[in-house]
């Protein structure tokens, strides 16, 4: 085995083709033995002038497109806007209406996807495809509990929504007798 002699790195010479980090005789394809870029063929080389051209063009298109100016919604999405922010606004009719329609959501896991509360005596609850059918009452039941803690002294009604927002179960409480009493919807 041959090896190099040692010499002190002061020295060593530290032009850029003794220093590359390619070795000798092992050139690869893209560069010679010393380091240094060799020469595209000429479709290779128009190959990478197109790329860079369309790349640009992209980027200029993109940035002169994209801007962040305003923009008047489209009449497809306007309605979505519109019921998305009737959503936010239809919660609640007060401000404890709407924390009380916002904390039903939140704490349901899922069950109900909206709620709202009206008059601070009424709340309605949209209820998820995730509801049995048989879990129906006990699920107004604990609404009408919760409800009455918030809103106490007073006589409520709890209207539970199908998926498609379709009523399907009315619960009134009586803040006199304390009773609860169930309507199904016809």
């Not at 190099?4 to 083709?17: D, F, G, H, I, R």
């Not at 940035?63 to 959503?87: D, V, W």
């Not at 709620?115 to 209820?127: D, E, H, P, S």
Request: with cysteine; proline share 6%; charged share 15%.
């Amino acid at each position: 085995m041959i090896s190099a002699p040692k010499t002190p790195l002061a020295e060593q010479s530290q032009t850029p083709y003794e220093t590359s980090p390619i070795p000798l005789g092992k050139a690869s394809p893209t560069t010679s033995p010393r380091g240094q870029l060799q020469a595209m063929n000429p479709a290779s080389r128009m190959r990478h002038s197109f790329m860079a051209l369309v790349l640009v063009c992209i980027l200029v298109l993109t940035t002169a497109c994209g801007g962040t100016g305003t923009q008047t919604p489209q009449a497809s999405n306007s309605a979505f806007t519109r019921s998305a922010e009737y959503a936010q606004l239809a919660r609640g009719d007060s401000a404890t209406g709407q924390a009380f329609g916002d904390w039903v959501v939140e704490t349901s896991k899922g069950l109900i996807t909206d709620a709202f509360v009206r008059n601070n005596n009424k709340l309605g609850a949209v209820i998820s495809t995730q509801v049995r059918p048989d879990d129906v009452k006990a699920l107004a039941q604990s609404l009408a509990q919760g409800f009455r803690k918030s809103f106490p002294n007073q006589d409520l009604s709890v209207l539970v929504y199908a998926p498609d927002k379709k009523l399907i179960l009315t619960a009134r409480y009586d803040a006199q007798s304390k009773q609860i009493e169930y309507e199904a919807a016809s």
